[in-house]
């Protein structure tokens, strides 16, 4: 049973371009999280979703970011028109519910 | 709201000896209460969770936690530690009900030789 799959697991993109970040939970998970990391902040909640269903976005910022999980396929964080501050590690988990998550590995964005 | 604090930002120990990483939470009801550890350049991985019975719950690679309901903790404990312990750790906490869990801040462990 494969855990949580991220990738890529390094991105580099310049300021303006756009960042995809992808995510396939582990098998018969329905949820799925994404979370951003920066030293010194730990981890900080964006966006709940279920199958084809954005459940909660509260942690997302209101420009440029979107999520979202079809019913094929991995869920997908995109960051249009990246800046420097959306350099950070970001990691998606997976859950069943009220159980405890698991998290991949993370993707670690640098903008440059 | 739920909320989850780790009042160390860091933590250090000496091989050998026991240690105590501390957690408080904040959440309505029962709470879910989870522990995580964090290796340099990887993702989270699950140590142990409390969601009901014993208050003193075991987890992964020696660890185990306390619930204590009354002073709202969850402190996580190792009788002697390893320099392999060396990592972030970090508390979550599940608001029964809730499908979101919030984590703390982290506690840097420093596990010396």
């Known amino acids: 049973n494969a855990g949580v799959m991220q990738n890529p697991r390094h991105l580099v993109r310049r300021r303006g371009q756009e960042a995809r970040l992808r995510c396939s939970p582990m098998?018969?998970?329905?949820?799925v999280y994404w979370y951003r990391q920066l030293p010194e902040e730990g981890l900080k909640f964006m966006v709940y979703l279920q199958k084809e269903n954005i459940i909660d976005e509260s942690g997302m910022p209101k420009e440029r970011f979107s999520a979202e999980f079809p019913k094929e396929g991995p869920s997908i964080l995109r960051i249009q028109q990246v800046v420097r501050g959306d350099s950070a590690a970001y990691f998606c988990?997976?859950?069943?519910?009220?159980?405890?998550?698991?998290f991949g590995q993370g993707t670690r964005l640098t903008v440059v | 709201a739920q909320s989850v604090a780790q009042p160390e930002d860091q933590v250090n120990v000496a091989e050998g000896n026991p240690l105590t990483v501390k957690c408080t939470y904040s959440v309505s009801g029962n709470p879910y209460l989870f522990w995580y550890v964090q290796y340099p350049n990887r993702g989270l991985q699950f140590l142990l969770k409390?969601?009901?019975?014993?208050?003193l719950v075991k987890g992964s690679y020696g660890f185990e936690a306390e619930f204590n309901k009354s002073q709202t903790s969850f402190h996580l404990k190792k009788p002697s530690a390893l320099v392999s312990d060396s990592a972030l750790y970090f508390c979550?906490?599940?608001?029964?009900?809730?499908?979101?869990?919030?984590f703390g801040r982290g506690t840097s462990l420093i596990v010396h030789p």
């Open positions: 988990a997976s859950s069943q519910l009220e159980t405890e998550a698991f």
């Open positions: 409390y969601i009901t019975g014993d208050n």
């Open positions: 098998k018969g998970h329905s949820h």
């Open positions: 979550a906490a599940l608001q029964g009900g809730s499908y979101i869990p919030t």
